[in-house]
């Protein structure tokens, strides 16, 4: 396969040191290029993005904390493949996740009891 630098493939997000939270976050690529877009991240193995809206997506779990790197490519019909330079971002923990949990000693109010009818009275009687 021949490679080409091409300014027709654009790592949109995350952006240069960026800095995500650990859960999912979702890659965005705008190619000019028609053909499969993939990314690599860490140097590991190529993994398909998706289509939708006229960009291409790839959701990631960003499990590891510490700093990352992700490539993207697309390769068109005649075998030509389109590279991003490496892009570098960070995964960090959120700070709500590594705060303490406060207990304010509050309980919710207790639910009133609803009848057949849902209303909360019983229905009358008719004779």
Do not use: Q
């Amino acid at each position: 396969m021949a490679k080409n630098k091409s300014a027709d493939l654009n790592l949109e997000y995350p952006e240069s040191n960026e800095k995500v939270n650990l859960g999912w976050y979702t890659f965005r690529i705008a190619s000019n290029v028609t053909g499969p877009v993939e990314v690599s991240i860490d140097d590991g193995p190529w993994m398909p993005c998706r289509e939708s809206v006229g960009l291409w997506w790839f959701d990631y779990c960003c499990e590891l904390p510490g700093k990352h790197k992700v490539v993207a490519r697309v390769t068109n019909e005649l075998g030509m493949v389109s590279k991003t330079a490496a892009r570098s971002f960070s995964v960090e923990s959120p700070v709500c996740e590594t705060a303490p949990k406060m207990d304010l000693g509050m309980k919710a109010a207790p639910r009133p009891k609803l009848s057949a009818n849902g209303k909360g009275r019983k229905p009358a009687l008719r004779a």
